[in-house]
């Protein structure tokens, strides 16, 4: 008489499933939180990096952007790229971004009714969002 031997499936040692609840953003308007750390916190928030040139550009002349504003912002990033564009001014609501495509990051930012009389040099395209 042969024997037989029953197999059980294999079931490799699985952890628990855990999933984490992100907390919800704080409100660009919270009287709790100063501008400097909300723009720190829109800012660590998006695809696109800022120089801390631009940091401080956005923080003196009063620039800010919503999540919205972000994602168009990156993109038109992303599009400039698939364009072969490497230095590019973004013109977007009244506001004006030089942005090193290659390195996904805004170099300087400024208002556009501040732009009279300037000259920007070493860009390859524009981009209208």
């Given at each position: ?25 704080s ?98 395209s524009?981009?209208?969002?």
């Amino acid at each position: 008489m042969s024997q037989f031997r029953i197999l059980k499936p294999y079931v490799p040692n699985q952890q628990p499933i855990t999933k984490t609840i992100p907390q919800p953003k704080s409100k660009i308007g919270d009287s709790n939180t100063s501008f400097s750390d909300q723009l720190q916190k829109t800012l660590n928030n998006s695809d696109v990096k800022f120089s801390k040139h631009a940091k401080l550009r956005l923080q003196e002349q009063g620039i800010q952007l919503s999540d919205e504003e972000l994602n168009r912002l990156s993109n038109g990033v992303d599009k400039a790229k698939q364009k072969g564009a490497k230095e590019s001014l973004f013109l977007m609501n009244n506001n004006a971004f030089v942005v090193s495509v290659k390195n996904e990051t805004v170099i300087t930012a400024m208002k556009q009714n501040n732009m009279e009389e300037q000259i920007i040099t070493n860009i390859d395209s524009a981009v209208l969002l």
